[in-house]
T-cell receptor
């Protein structure tokens, strides 16, 4: 079946530091890959997506590249802000699973001023 | 577009009681999903509807759980004889079938259930 593994948190960084959150996946077929963000007290929001190999998703300074050869979709940001503090979820959906989302366990990011 | 609404936001219930949650999706979305999220974990799929038809149910959805979407609009999730292990955040999401593969899900803020 499909599965997503992401690095455990919390990840604690100082403002303006470089961020990487690792995500690897197992899936049959050709899944679409996503990063969702959950701010305190709010629902999940789509941060970025990539639907085929070598695609790069980007939004709000965050980027992730769909790497089929390493089955990875690592999230990066060059300079984090305090407002980026949240929980980040890597997820995939595939046609052979009814396009339901399969999520990783989430990584909490804490950015200190 | 007012987004996906879930009611109530919080529910505290005694073990053994029944609870029902409601989800109002975005009106033009034909697919509706329920997920469960326990503390420190990612959301886990429970079930989904296309219009009023329930198309798939997870093994996580025991016989104490039932979901309906009677007119293809709002949905309810009922848990009978609640157990402490049912304590979690219950998330609803909706999408257009044609937009799913592009990440076209919209999530509600969830209902947090605490069973005491």
């Amino acid at each position: 079946g499909n599965s997503v593994t992401q690095m455990e948190g919390p990840v604690t960084l100082s403002e303006e530091a470089f961020l990487t959150i690792n995500c690897t996946y197992t899936a049959t077929g050709y899944p679409s890959l996503f990063w969702y963000v959950q701010y305190p007290g709010e629902g999940l929001q789509l941060l970025l997506k990539a639907t085929k190999a070598d695609d790069k998703g980007s939004n709000k300074g965050f980027e992730a590249t769909y790497r089929k050869e390493t089955t990875s979709f690592h999230l990066e940001k060059g300079s984090v802000q305090v407002s980026d503090s949240a929980v980040y979820f890597c997820a995939l959906s595939s046609n052979n699973a009814g396009n339901m989302l399969t999520f990783g366990g989430g990584t909490r990011l804490m950015v200190k001023p | 577009d007012t987004g996906v609404s879930q009611d109530p936001r919080h529910k505290i219930t005694k073990r053994g009681q029944n609870v029902t949650f409601r989800c109002d999706p975005i009106s033009e979305h034909n697919r509706l999903y329920w997920y469960r999220q326990t503390l420190g974990q990612g959301p886990e799929f429970l079930t989904y509807f296309q219009n009023e038809a329930q198309l798939e149910k997870s093994r996580l959805l025991s016989d104490r759980f039932s979901a309906e979407r009677p007119k293809g609009s709002f949905s309810t999730l009922e848990i009978q004889r609640t157990e402490q292990g049912d304590s979690a955040m219950y998330l609803c999401a909706s999408s257009l079938r044609s937009r799913q593969g592009m990440g076209g899900y919209t999530f509600g803020s969830g209902t947090r259930l605490t069973v005491v």
